[in-house]
């Protein structure tokens, strides 16, 4: 498992790298140019980056090329959002690394303070496979109640101490003084964690957001829509996609993204 969420990481890490460069202080990097997304699709990610509050919109731009991945899950949302953090975190890292490597031209103090930057968030980069792989594990299903709130909670601690961390971060270098503040190293490094901060906040909330879903739930695929019987009396998505129940047994679905064609399944 440790092998394929390593793997997955360094797919993603060549946009996340060549996204960097466009990074400043208070604005996360461009999305790339998505491709063509259902608008059940862009519903629901718009619906599951609202559970990021004041990220919303950087979610959604984030997330976007990412949409038509998603098929109604919020976990898969979370994964992904999870995916590009860790990877942008991961060569954040490296980063560092080289910047230690230059100094930041301000003395003592500052370079120690882009030592402790880096020892610390070298330390957390080390659990972004295992918070991977609670990920996939919360994607493929958990039947047991107590065992999915705990990978859930392990994963959302794992984010948020991580972006806490990185905010720690930019405050020693504002405790070291002005010459640290002046240094373009550390600005460099200040613009680096204000916005992975903002890529591990935005998974954090999406992931601490998964609610549980009970075995005795089934999903049902008609065409490209996803139907969750025995939910909240909408789609597995959140949104309601006009089922009605006629008995019982016998639900009525309209697919919004197939010209309303009506589809029926006895269960």
């Given at each position: 498992?440790?092998?394929?969420?390593?793997?997955?990481?360094?797919?993603?890490?060549?946009?996340?790298?060549?996204?960097?460069?466009?990074?400043?202080?208070?604005?996360?990097?461009?999305?790339?140019?998505?491709?063509?997304?259902?608008?059940?699709?862009?519903?629901?990610?718009?619906?599951?980056?609202?559970?990021?509050?004041?990220?919303?919109?950087?979610?959604?731009?984030?997330?976007?090329?990412?949409?038509?991945?998603?098929?109604?899950?919020?976990?898969?949302v979370a994964r992904t959002s999870g995916v590009l953090a860790a990877a942008r975190q991961h060569d954040f890292t490296k980063q560092l690394a080289r910047l230690k490597l230059r100094g930041t031209g301000a003395g003592n103090v500052a370079d120690q303070t882009?030592?402790?930057?880096?020892?610390?968030?070298?330390?957390?980069?080390?659990?972004?496979?295992?918070?991977?792989?609670?990920?996939?594990?919360?994607?493929?299903?958990?039947?047991?109640?107590?065992?999915?709130?705990?990978?859930?909670?392990?994963?959302?601690?794992?984010?948020?101490?991580?972006?806490?961390?990185?905010?720690?971060?930019?405050?020693?270098?504002?405790?070291?003084?002005?010459?640290?503040?002046?240094?373009?190293?550390?600005?460099?490094?200040?613009?680096?964690?204000?916005?992975?901060?903002?890529?591990?906040?935005?998974?954090?909330?999406?992931?601490?957001?998964?609610?549980?879903?009970?075995?005795?739930?089934?999903?049902?695929?008609?065409?490209?829509?996803?139907?969750?019987?025995?939910?909240?009396?909408?789609?597995?998505?959140?949104?309601?996609?006009?089922?009605?129940?006629?008995?019982?047994?016998?639900?009525?679905?309209?697919?919004?993204?197939?010209?309303?064609?009506?589809?029926?399944?006895?269960?």
């Amino acid at each position: 498992m440790a092998t394929s969420c390593f793997l997955q990481l360094i797919f993603v890490l060549a946009t996340c790298t060549a996204a960097a460069a466009a990074t400043n202080n208070s604005s996360m990097a461009a999305a790339p140019a998505p491709g063509p997304s259902s608008s059940a699709a862009l519903s629901f990610l718009r619906a599951s980056c609202a559970l990021t509050l004041e990220r919303a919109d950087d979610c959604y731009n984030l997330l976007l090329p990412y949409a038509d991945s998603f098929h109604g899950s919020l976990a898969r949302v979370a994964r992904t959002s999870g995916v590009l953090a860790a990877a942008r975190q991961h060569d954040f890292t490296k980063q560092l690394a080289r910047l230690k490597l230059r100094g930041t031209g301000a003395g003592n103090v500052a370079d120690q303070t882009l030592d402790g930057c880096l020892d610390t968030i070298s330390s957390d980069d080390t659990g972004a496979n295992v918070t991977l792989g609670r990920l996939d594990r919360l994607v493929a299903g958990i039947k047991n109640k107590k065992e999915f709130e705990s990978e859930r909670s392990l994963a959302q601690d794992w984010l948020y101490s991580s972006g806490s961390e990185m905010l720690q971060c930019v405050d020693w270098i504002h405790f070291a003084g002005d010459a640290a503040l002046a240094s373009p190293v550390l600005k460099e490094v200040i613009a680096g964690c204000n916005t992975i901060a903002g890529y591990l906040g935005i998974a954090s909330e999406l992931t601490i957001a998964i609610k549980f879903e009970s075995p005795a739930a089934r999903i049902y695929e008609v065409g490209h829509c996803r139907f969750l019987h025995g939910g909240s009396g909408k789609g597995s998505n959140g949104i309601d996609d006009g089922y009605i129940l006629i008995d019982k047994m016998t639900w009525r679905f309209v697919c919004p993204d197939q010209g309303n064609d009506e589809a029926y399944i006895r269960t």
